[in-house]
């Protein structure tokens, strides 16, 4: 159990477009979701935690406006990266907590974009 | 803060080595402990995780100890394989709040034949 999925595993975009990735549990009830962007070479870095069904709440540095969050079921988070720049590519995992606080995260498998 | 210090890489081991990752903690109270692999390409997968002072999480030959008294959790196998290969991060999230989840810098392991 606890198996959390990302769509696509990859993507290929110009710049100025938009691209959602979507973060999936698969077999449990997520109330809290989280992502995360990875630098090569580097470690995690939080960017935003959403709850389903309100705003997501973002870290320090983090853009709202550039990387929109949509929590709108228990089972379905989207990260969307409008007007994508070559800076915006990286790795995006996400991860899905069932309660938020109270149960360990499960991590998807990542989402490699790149920007050009 | 809550941090999370984890020995630099890259390591690289002959197949058979013994492999350690220091990995330290600063943070209040007791959090819980958590080694994750990452292979080229994915995302991570959690390896063996401890909750609470004196557990040793094991998992596939790796293990490591959760020691209270050092705020450590170094990650140990015994004998390590090629398919070992992997970048290894040390995580912990603070006590009661799963949502607070800080990360080492992460360790690559090469492990040759």
């Known amino acids: 159990g606890a198996v959390v999925s990302q769509h696509p595993s990859w993507v290929i975009c110009k710049s100025g477009t938009s691209v959602k990735i979507e973060c999936r549990s698969l077999d449990f009830q997520a109330t809290t979701m989280f992502w995360y962007r990875q630098f090569p070479k580097q470690s995690l870095m939080l960017m935003a935690t959403?709850?389903?069904?309100?705003?997501?709440?973002?870290e320090q540095g983090v853009e709202k406006d550039k990387f929109l969050i949509n929590h709108a079921s228990l089972t379905l988070s989207t990260l969307t990266v409008t007007s994508a720049h070559p800076e915006d590519s990286s790795f995006y995992i996400c991860?899905?907590?069932?309660?938020?606080?109270?149960?360990?995260?499960?991590f998807g498998p990542g989402t490699r974009l790149t920007v050009t | 803060g809550n941090s999370v210090t984890q020995m630099e890489g890259p390591v690289t081991l002959s197949e058979e080595a013994f492999l350690t990752i220091n990995c330290t903690y600063t943070?209040?109270?007791?959090?819980?402990l958590f080694w994750y692999v990452q292979y080229p390409g994915e995302g991570l997968q959690l390896l063996l995780k401890a909750t609470k002072a004196d557990d040793k999480g094991s998992n596939k030959g790796f293990e490591a100890t959760y020691r209270k008294e050092t705020t450590s959790f170094h990650l140990e196998k015994g004998s390590v394989q090629v398919s070992d290969s992997a970048v290894y991060f040390c995580?912990?999230?603070?006590?009661?709040?799963?949502?607070?989840?800080?990360f080492g810098a992460g360790t690559r392991l090469t492990v040759k034949p």
């Open positions: 991860s899905a907590s069932r309660l938020a606080g109270r149960y360990e995260q499960y």
């Open positions: 943070a209040t109270g007791y959090p819980s």
């Open positions: 995580a912990l999230s603070a006590q009661y709040n799963n949502n607070d989840m800080r």
């Open positions: 959403s709850n389903e069904g309100s705003k997501a709440t973002y």
